[in-house]
């Protein structure tokens, strides 16, 4: 939208309309500390070239991630995406789509949800799925919203191998709400401790989130776990990456009753960190209480198939007074990305995938154990992430391969259970030989110069 700038008359009648003295009166909820005290620090005079020029310069110090080498992971992840996604997302049926909430006109729009739903169904082994959600970090905290609306009880379980942001959203998202949250401790192998866990669920425990690979890339004892939770009575929300569960157990045959994660894996560019695509998915005793939409098939009055907006009673468009969430909508265009991918991969492509990721996490793994001075210090099972750890600070091998063009990984000094000297690496099915080989070399040229003092 171009500017259109206000003629002193006009920004006079807008304040008095809002019963403001000067302009300044619309920034005094803000604390003093915060508000800029001084002109900005701009040059003055400039041309309109000469301010194009000015930010061509600044945008070319910029480095996307394509023309980076990225181990990063964390819960966004640089994966491969087939040409044949953006092709297909950009036809113009997609891109003038109308609205769900009339079927008769988005017949097309509908059919690609549910088509979703049912893909988020088939990998989370559960029988409901929503159109989908914001990102992984809200749809747990609504999945965990949904648990606590299901009795009285008012606490939440959060493991310490949880992805810290995703514990951070709950937190802020629970906290309003007078919902205790606590967390289960991480054991020395980097998973949740059975027994800890054991003695947080009690009587007034909702439900218990448990991450799978966890944030550590670490395979949890799901079994066990679901068991101690199913023990006492609690619901159990799992978060997956939904990539693992091409090779992992899915969570419906662990006995989760909600399960979460961050589709962005399938299609999606990490795009320096969003839009994403949350998903949520649950047992047939929650589908009247998770958030957002549900897109159901069924026939017409003719008996030809169709699809509709179902349980709509409980949307928050419809009685956005009684609303539970605030989730009204649904990541549509990536949603339809997802389900284009996952349609170009089917089942056995989605099986190479998963394959291809074990494999070149194990080939980084052996990788680091050749490595003099770098460690694995959690040697358990993973599935496309794992921590290494250096001497010293993670951060000083972390630039200096940044200067190299490789985007070595996520520093985890403040995560429980790791040290300064740990950070987590992710290898996904982009990555090559070549490149796995060369993160090695930067370890070896990184520990023989810090050996010697450099």
């Not at 953006?86 to 690609?112: H, I, K, M, N």
């Not at 740990?422 to 060369?438: G, M, Q, S, Y």
């Amino acid at each position: 939208m171009p500017y259109i700038p206000h003629a002193p008359g006009d920004i006079r009648a807008m304040l008095d309309a809002v019963g403001a003295a000067d302009i300044s009166d619309l920034f005094a909820h803000l604390p003093a500390e915060v508000r800029l005290r001084r002109p900005l620090d701009l040059p003055a005079g400039l041309s309109e070239e000469e301010v194009r020029r000015y930010f061509r310069k600044a945008a070319a110090r910029n480095h996307g991630q394509g023309e980076l080498v990225s181990f990063l992971g964390g819960g966004v992840y640089d994966s491969i995406i087939p040409a044949a996604v953006d092709a297909l997302v950009s036809r113009s049926e997609f891109l003038t789509a109308y609205t769900p909430y009339q079927p008769e006109v988005s017949q097309g729009t509908l059919q690609a949800i549910y088509e979703w739903q049912s893909f988020v169904c088939r990998l989370t082994g559960l029988p409901v799925a929503n159109a989908s959600m914001y990102d992984g970090a809200t749809a747990l905290a609504e999945a965990l919203s949904v648990a606590l609306a299901a009795g009285r009880r008012k606490t939440v379980i959060v493991p310490q191998t949880l992805n810290p942001r995703y514990a951070r959203v709950v937190r802020t998202m629970l906290g309003g709400e007078g919902i205790t949250v606590k967390e289960a401790p991480v054991g020395p192998e980097g998973t949740t401790d059975p027994e800890a866990l054991r003695a947080l669920v009690d009587g007034d425990v909702a439900a218990v989130a448990l991450q799978n690979p966890n944030y550590l890339g670490l395979v949890e004892p799901v079994d066990v776990l679901s068991g101690v939770v199913k023990g006492a009575g609690a619901q159990l929300v799992a978060v997956v990456n939904p990539v693992s569960l091409s090779v992992l157990k899915a969570p419906g045959e662990y006995g989760a009753d909600l399960a979460v994660g961050e589709a962005q894996p399938f299609g999606i560019p990490t795009s320096w960190g969003g839009p994403l695509l949350g998903f949520l998915a649950c047992s047939d005793a929650h589908k009247r209480r998770i958030p957002g939409r549900i897109v159901g098939r069924t026939e017409d009055s003719r008996g030809n198939m169709g699809y509709v907006l179902t349980l709509q009673t409980r949307e928050q468009h419809i009685r956005r007074e009684k609303a539970t969430s605030n989730i009204c909508s649904n990541q549509g265009l990536n949603a339809l990305k997802a389900t284009i991918y996952l349609g170009l991969l089917g089942k056995e492509g989605l099986d190479a995938l998963g394959e291809a990721n074990l494999t070149r996490i194990a080939a980084l793994r052996r990788r680091v154990r050749d490595v003099p001075g770098a460690g694995l210090p959690f040697p358990g099972p993973v599935f496309n992430e794992t921590v290494v750890r250096v001497p010293g600070d993670a951060a000083a091998f972390l630039a200096f391969a940044r200067e190299r063009g490789v985007l070595a990984g996520i520093p985890l000094q403040d995560v429980p259970g790791c040290t300064a000297g740990d950070f987590l690496v992710a290898v996904t099915e982009k990555r090559t030989a070549a490149e796995i080989d060369e993160f090695g070399g930067l370890l070896e040229a990184f520990l023989a110069g810090a050996g010697k003092g450099a």
